[in-house]
């Protein structure tokens, strides 16, 4: 019965297919838990990054991958709402930067 108290077994038998964890995107507000959302994180020194692995520690927001999300995000105030935290001008460029390289327009 009970004689594997290991950490190992843990694991097995616990899915929970009722509970799928969902993001929403600053921008659009669309909810899902398929779409590949982007996590940006502002980190205890008060910089933004992209945290593509989502395991920074700070404070994170999500955006979806669509590029008019972050356009509106990084350019207008929605991102720094988010995050409560003032983005300089580099962080911003550094930012579409990214969005040009992962994402299209649609
Ligand atoms: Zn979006």
Same mark, same amino acid.
């Given at each position: 019965? %009970?004689?594997?108290?290991? !950490?190992?077994?843990?694991? #097995?038998?616990?899915?929970? $297919?009722?509970?799928? $964890?969902?993001?929403?995107?600053?921008?659009?507000?669309?909810?899902?838990?398929?779409? !590949? @959302?982007?996590?940006?994180?502002?980190? $205890?020194? =008060?910089?933004?990054?992209?945290? $593509?692995?989502?395991? =920074?520690?700070? #404070?994170?927001?999500?955006?979806?991958?669509?590029? %008019?999300?972050? +356009? =509106?995000?990084?350019?207008? =105030?929605?991102?720094?709402? !988010?995050?409560?935290?003032?983005?300089?001008? !580099?962080? #911003?460029? %550094?930012?579409? #930067?990214?969005?040009?390289?992962? @994402?299209? +327009?649609?």
């Amino acid at each position: 019965m %009970s004689e594997n108290t290991g !950490a190992t077994q843990r694991k #097995r038998g616990q899915r929970r $297919p009722k509970h799928v $964890p969902q993001r929403t995107c600053v921008a659009c507000r669309e909810k899902e838990a398929k779409r !590949a @959302f982007v996590r940006i994180v502002r980190t $205890p020194e =008060k910089t933004v990054e992209i945290d $593509p692995t989502g395991k =920074k520690n700070g #404070r994170g927001a999500y955006l979806c991958t669509r590029r %008019s999300c972050w +356009d =509106k995000a990084v350019t207008g =105030k929605v991102l720094e709402r !988010a995050l409560n935290v003032t983005i300089d001008q !580099a962080t #911003r460029d %550094s930012l579409h #930067r990214y969005a040009d390289h992962h @994402f299209r +327009d649609e």
